[in-house]
């Protein structure tokens, strides 16, 4: 038994000393662990050497690159405007007056001349009398009768003075119940975009240039 374990750890020895040989030379094994280490990760240590040549070779640095957001200019501060006062309608409409206008009261059965931004309620772009790229406006002529015009843009309309500007969330119970129901764009694209959203909840950002 006692000659079997020591056959066995001799014979364990010689296979550890065959896969580990150990080196009497301290620069020969640093040189055979750097190539053992090449050997297992040839691909990171290239991707590491590529990475570097190729910032070096646009100018860059690491050093440069971290410090880069201290040295770009300040994002201008874009804030919302400030809103004067917040109304809650009986049908579901809600008001944001931005700007109070001057002059006499547009009232239900005037006819009016408006500028208007139409947005989905998650704020994403559908029509407007504003060109968003050029600025030049082409206003709408709208009389406040809900029977021409969604209801809860009327509401809306209804109250403000000349110059006056109001945010409002129209739901789609006083909004286009039906495809006759003004201001409704004519263009195809944008009057196909509005038609596609017209069952959701919209948001109005209006500004009142005439009572007529």
Known sequence: MAASQLQATLLFSRLFASKSPRCKDTEQCKIAACKSSYERMPSLIVKKLLRRSVLQFVGLSPIFISIRPVLSAPVQDMREPDVIRTLKLDSGVRIQDIVEGEGPEAHEGDTVEINYVCRRSNGYFVHSTVD?????????????????????????????????????????????????????????????SLMSHMKEPLIFEVQLLKVL
Do not use: C, H
Not at 160 to 183: F, H, T
């Open 132 to 192: 968003q790229f050029s600025g030049e406006s082409a206003p709408v002529i709208l009389p406040l009768d809900d029977k021409q015009i969604i209801e809860g843009l009327k509401e809306v309309l209804t109250g403000m003075k000349p110059g006056g500007k109001r945010r409002a969330l129209i739901p789609p119970s006083v909004g286009y119940i039906n495809e006759n129901l003004q201001p409704v764009p004519e263009e195809f694209g944008p009057r196909r």
